[in-house]
């Protein structure tokens, strides 16, 4: 809940410095309030006023990166502030962890903080214990930051990587993975949601099927956080590598790393410096080493941004005080509207992302047939609309990202857009 007043002076010094000199604390906390309040009535319009975001950018690009409501900023610029002009070293008191916890379904010793998924990703693929000729099952979905650790351990260890497509139906792709299984498998790691097409797996039954036969399960978690309410235990994965930055508005370079409490022992911790260990001790003979802390926060090792960290507490108590259900229900409807109209419009192209509920959210990715997806993306940007080109694995489609800051005006823009450049013959 958004209890904790944050206190904000603003000097004639520091007042340029605010955000288009928009009075930023007080005013927000009362739109916070008033924006609750629109909620229960179902008005989303007024939420769009807690966000910085320029009026005339149509920014459908949730996906890559999220952008931050005001209550976020003022975290942030407060920690920063409080650094500067009280010299206070931002210490690392659990409260992010705790929070993340509970929004996710997880235990506080569960959980690690790292600046990105792709950190989360790189200790699980070094952490876990593989031989030679050790297989991985990945999808052909996946972004560099959720495969490239793999493929380099596989590249240094000689493991072997098997590539499984995603197919239309939760069912069907469930059955890829379990006929790509061998002897050999020893690991499925698998986006929950990819980047590519906004798909949701099937990550229970995924994450079953491994533990009946003795697989560990990982998940690159990089975009449920703040687009669909999940519970990790429910899930039951080994491992999640998740984020603030993305569908939780938090900001850039926040992330957190799930290690179920079992696996943790069978962990290979390779980095580790204060908050991961008890104790050292160069003058012992030989220098001696303490032991690991026992939880997942032996992983978050050194200082970290107080900026960072308050922003990202202050994004997950925003979205919570929100409401998880009520945004996901606002972003999948608008997806979902747009999916229907793309599908229904007389503009020829290739719907990619699958119709079935169970596995959409709030990304819908299309191609267009004898055009370039590129060049749409580059011809939307210079309308202030902007989307993702998706170039990984040769896949070459349009990402739309629908958040629950957009609003049908966004979605009508992008089809306007799509519509007169599908019939420019130069487009
Ligand atoms: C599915 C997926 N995995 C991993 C990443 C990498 O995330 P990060 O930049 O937080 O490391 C992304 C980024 O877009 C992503 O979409």
Request: hydrophobic share 40%.
């Amino acid at each position: 809940m958004l209890n904790r007043r944050r206190f904000l002076a603003w000097s004639a010094a520091a007042a340029p410095l605010a955000l288009q000199s928009r009075s930023l604390l007080n005013d927000t906390q009362l739109d916070v309030h008033l924006a609750q309040e629109a909620l229960e009535q179902g008005d989303w319009s007024r939420v769009r006023a807690l966000f910085p975001l320029d009026k005339n950018t149509v920014f459908l690009n949730n996906g890559t990166m999220g952008v931050s409501p005001y209550p976020v900023l003022e975290a942030s610029i407060d920690s920063l502030k409080k650094s500067a002009t009280k010299a206070h070293y931002p210490g690392h008191d659990g409260q992010l962890e705790s929070l993340l916890a509970e929004t996710i379904g997880a235990n506080k010793d569960e959980i690690a903080i790292t600046k990105n998924v792709s950190e989360g990703i790189n200790h699980i693929a070094w952490g876990i214990a593989l031989k030679k000729g050790d297989e991985i099952i990945l999808s052909s979905h996946e972004h560099v930051g959720g495969c490239a650790a793999w493929l380099h351990r596989a590249r240094l260890d000689g493991l072997s990587i098997k590539v499984i497509d995603l197919k239309p139906t939760a069912d069907q792709t469930l059955e890829a993975i379990e006929s790509a299984i061998s002897s050999r498998t020893r690991v499925i790691a698998l986006p929950h949601i990819p980047c590519t097409i906004g798909q949701v797996l099937p990550v229970k039954d995924i994450c079953d099927l491994a533990r009946s036969r003795g697989i560990v399960s990982v998940l690159d978690g990089a975009h449920p956080l703040g687009m669909i309410p999940f519970n990790l235990h429910e899930i039951g994965c080994d491992y999640y590598a998740g984020c603030l930055h993305k569908w939780a508005l938090g900001p850039l370079g926040t992330g957190y790393l799930y290690i179920r409490k079992e696996r943790l022992a069978q962990t290979r911790c390779t980095h580790v410096a204060a908050y991961s260990l008890d104790a050292f001790n160069m003058n012992a003979q030989p220098p001696a080493l303490g032991e690991l802390v026992d939880s997942a926060a032996r992983f978050s090792y050194g200082s970290f941004s107080g900026a960072l960290m308050d922003g990202a507490i202050a994004a997950l108590e925003f979205y919570r005080s929100m409401g998880p259900e009520r945004i996901a229900q606002r972003s999948l409807s608008l997806a979902a509207d747009l999916q229907e109209k793309l599908m229904n419009s007389d503009i020829s192209l290739e719907m990619l992302t699958p119709t079935e509920t169970r596995s959409r959210a709030a990304q819908i990715s299309f191609r267009l047939p004898n055009k370039k997806s590129l060049a749409f993306v580059q011809a939307a940007r210079k309308q202030n609309i902007i989307l993702r080109h998706v170039g990984e694995n040769d896949i070459d489609c349009v990402r739309v990202s629908t958040h629950y800051y957009n609003n049908e005006n966004d979605t009508q823009a992008l089809l306007v857009a799509l519509r007169d450049f599908a019939n420019d013959p130069q487009g």
